[in-house]
């Protein structure tokens, strides 16, 4: 064995001796140092907030999940004792994972869907397109608060204005959109329609950016509209339509503002989670547990569980993009 494979070479020591002049000249220099010691201070705001209030709480509820806590007297070390009685002594735990799943199921696919064909439709060339894109967006950004009292009048079983022009123009008496078990979920995925004007400007983006030449060669190769949607469309804005799917799940997994709202409005307890618990979603038994029976620690593990959920789903969302989704970067499959 050779010892010039053992040892360094004349080269790489040069090199080596190089880069450490230059880290050393960085700080010689009193500009660059003054620019280093300048980057340092403007970045310190942020780093101290990701430290207080992001990391900080992440370890600390990491801890208090594996405690007794109830957020006045010292916390008591009990190991994983939160996470069996979750899985193994709380049924309405299986009931708020029940019901999350379900408004997840039923209010991202279809809000994926329609905010795609709503970008769709206002991608068109015409005169005063713009106007129509701004009337679709302005109620994502209408606060939560203000967009369920709307919906509540929209809504309300005796009063509302649904009911009555179901009443008015069909003769049919409508259901108790926010009393009945039956009908508080669906409710709730009509008020999450409300927004999709935000991922249809995300749509929009996506599909403003699609070269026109593409769609041009396929016409002129005889390829009709749905075909070219199909595979010129849905190809080049598939990166866009995963961003909106996992921001949608991780979203609606996370539903409380509307819950709180009527379970304080509607329902006037704010203990209560809908009728029959029909609105019990994950975020909603977190803050039941934690800020109104005052069990942190308890509250803090359903909290983990719920990160390491959103994880794994995130993961296996990335994984399976990697058959479905499109890059233009040369790689083809992301």
Do not use: C
Not at 235 to 264: D, E, Y
Not at 283 to 298: N, T
């Amino acid at each position: 064995m050779s010892t010039s494979s053992a040892t360094p070479s004349r080269a790489s020591l040069q090199a080596s001796a190089r880069s450490a002049g230059r880290r050393r000249s960085l700080w010689a220099s009193p500009v660059r140092r003054r620019e280093a010691i300048d980057g340092f201070v403007f970045i310190l705001p942020w780093f101290l907030g990701l430290v207080i209030f992001t990391l900080g709480p992440f370890v600390a509820g990491m801890y208090f999940s594996l405690t007794e806590y109830d957020g006045l007297t010292a916390p008591r070390w009990i190991g994983l004792e939160n996470y069996r009685r979750i899985f193994f002594d709380d049924p309405k735990f299986w009931l708020s994972v029940y019901n999350t799943l379900w408004y997840v199921a039923a209010a991202v696919i279809p809000g994926v869907i329609l905010a795609l064909l709503l970008a769709l439709l206002l991608n068109q060339s015409v005169r005063g397109i713009t106007v129509f894109r701004t009337i679709f967006y302005m109620p994502s950004i209408v606060p939560a608060v203000a967009s369920v009292a709307l919906f509540i009048f929209i809504l309300h079983d005796r009063f509302g204005l649904l009911n009555e022009l179901l009443f008015q123009l069909f003769g049919v008496v409508g259901p108790r959109w926010l009393t009945s078990p039956v009908w508080t979920k669906p409710s709730l995925v009509l008020w999450s329609l409300w927004g999709i004007g935000g991922s249809m400007i995300i749509y929009l983006a996506g599909l403003q950016g699609i070269p026109r030449s593409l769609y041009e060669a396929a016409a002129i190769d005889g390829a009709g509209t749905l075909r070219q949607f199909w595979n010129i469309t849905i190809p080049m804005i598939s990166s866009t339509i995963f961003f909106v799917l996992i921001m949608g799940i991780i979203g609606s997994f996370q539903i409380f503002t509307p819950v709180f709202i009527l379970n304080t409005g509607s329902y006037g307890q704010a203990a209560s989670a809908g009728p029959l618990d029909s609105l019990l979603f994950w975020v909603v038994y977190i803050y039941q547990q934690g800020f109104l029976f005052f069990r942190m620690g308890y509250a803090s593990a359903l909290s983990w569980i719920l990160f390491l959920v959103l994880v794994f789903l995130t993961v296996v969302q990335f994984r399976v993009a990697r058959r479905w989704v499109y890059y233009e970067d040369g790689d083809g499959q992301g």
